[in-house]
């Protein structure tokens, strides 16, 4: 049956007594010689099934009676020369029941069916009702929209519903997503009033000029959802007309920000410069701002960030774009205010590791305010207050924020300093609390609680042990040969350590023994003394070389420093395997004398 010739059909119904009579068709119920009680009748809708409907076809109708059993009959239509289908048939039903009408037929191998609402006749009804039933394959049947109307910006969709499923339809319309879109959501949701069978209009005007869409429609019942297939469709590209767009500006800082502008209609036009002006004032252009970037040729979306501005200003900003003829088109004004800057803060954590010419600084840029810290350290002087334009020198340790140390070189010995963090950024300079110290001198305390005897001029020096700790002892073994023969600064660990190593593993059981080297000898060793000697927790302490010992005389002793006394101390210079080098105290002067003589024993450490 042609949806244009058979698009409705009618079905009429009509109960005598208990009898229910049907008749399919819609011109000849005046061929029914029976006058009826009460009648049903029954418009079916045929066409929108796009189904062939023969001039013969059987079709089973079913009474389903609530609360009760189900009475049905197969009834036959034939097609008569007005090409209306007709039947008739009689189902006996109860009176005064509510029941339901179910119509089933198979065509062009497909299952139709039709199911009416609850319906109740009593025995004195004699009006005819009229029950709207439509043919169905029980799935929702769509067709693939047609996109219609298409600009730069909008298309028009319509699509037709052929089938509702059998149930009836709650929603309706269209699904538009950008094709490859990243963003989320992703896709337009384009509802449509109504909900009958038929075709069906839905539009949009939120569209990118140039891109590729993806369109779809969709049907949703009480029972089901359903979608047609996919259309694919592309917006027009121009308009004939430029029009570029400035988005708002975004990373606003107190001297920059970054704007984009895109194009959302190049009007067919070659463009050979394009980029962003600013100003102060409203509508800047190219030879009027106080601002201006270079992007280049081309109408791609581009991006700047503007800079050198000024805190808590007011800014106007436009895109431009300059074609091969000289002209140039411009965005829409944005605006934005810059903000104002907020400073870093910083902290003098602590110092440490003071020396004769160093010191260890710990600090702390706790929070980087709203500019990028662009140098941190430490600033020092002899006077109060230094900063980093006034100062005797600082230390830079980069950029960044957080937890740093740093250790400041070329100190004077024995010196008070000031000294303070710093951390710098386009916002300004912080500055940490100060504090003040002094560095090590010769004569003064070393960092284990001796007396510094030698500066090395760098960073360190050599401290010796008080007179609380100092013994007499023989020097060693008179008749072992060591090699630990070097006389300068700086040798008496090595000189130390081959005298402990020597004693402990060249000779047997030395300690409980010690007459294997000579019958004078009691077994005390300075150099190990010397190595086992703890104070203050410090453990690094040795028999000092003959130099060192030297500059004790020179720069303690003979001024008046240390508490030493004018006998003789042990070096731990060896002279040959019975004798060993020490230095007389008294006149400074170095002697040779026998490794068991005993003499007095100061340690000493570097630091």
Known sequence: MSKSIFKYTRLSVIIVSMLLLITFGCEKEEALIITPISSIQININTGLTKIHYPDEFKARLDIEIVDGNIVSDSIRFIRNTN???????????????????????????????????????????????????????????????????LTTTSAVFTSEITDNGGSEITSRGFIVEEDGATTSPDYDIIEVSGNSIGEFTGSTNSLTLGTTYTVYAFVETADANGESGIKTFTTLSTTGVVNIVTSAATAITPTSAEVSASFA?????????????????????????????????????????????????????????????????????????????????VETVTFSDVFLHTAVFEGNVSDEGNMPVVSKGVVYNTVTGPTIEVNLGMSDVGAGGGIFETQINGLESGTMYYARTYAQSEAGVSYGSEISFTTLQLGGNGPAGGIIFYDDGVSGGLEVSIVDYEVNMQWGCGTLLINSNATVVGSGVANTQAIVDAHNNDLVDYAANPTQCDAS???????????????????????????????????????????????????????????????????????????????????????
């Open 83 to 149: 090409a209306i289908h007709q039947s008739s048939g009689n189902i006996e039903v109860p009176i005064n029941k509510r029941f339901v009408m179910k119509l089933y037929t198979n065509l062009d191998d497909t299952d139709l069916f039709s199911v009416s609402d609850t319906i109740e006749i009593s025995n004195d009804d004699d009006e005819i009702r009229i029950v709207k039933m439509f043919f169905s394959s029980g799935e929702i049947i769509v067709t693939k929209p047609e996109v219609t109307s």
């Open 265 to 345: 209609d190049d009007g067919a036009e070659t463009f050979v410069e394009k980029g962003f002006v600013w100003a102060t004032f409203s509508n800047p252009y190219l030879t009027n701002n106080e601002g201006i970037t270079f992007e280049g040729a081309g109408s791609f979306t581009f991006t700047s960030t503007i800079s050198e501005l000024f805190e808590s200003t007011t800014y106007y900003v436009r895109a431009y774009a300059t074609n091969d003829a000289e002209e140039t088109f411009y965005s829409n004004e944005i605006t934005f205010s810059t903000v104002a800057f907020i400073t870093q803060s």
């Open 521 to 607: 000898n009691d077994g005390t060793v300075a150099a190990i003394y010397c190595d086992e000697f703890i104070l203050n927790d410090y453990d690094d302490w040795f028999l000092p070389s003959l130099e060192e010992l030297m500059l004790i005389y020179s720069n303690l002793h003979s001024v008046g420093l240390g508490d030493f006394t004018d006998d003789i101390y042990w070096t731990s210079t060896e002279e040959s395997d019975q004798n060993a080098k020490s230095v007389d105290l008294w006149k400074g002067m170095e002697i040779v004398s026998l490794k068991t003589t005993s003499y007095r024993v100061r340690p000493v450490r570097k630091f």
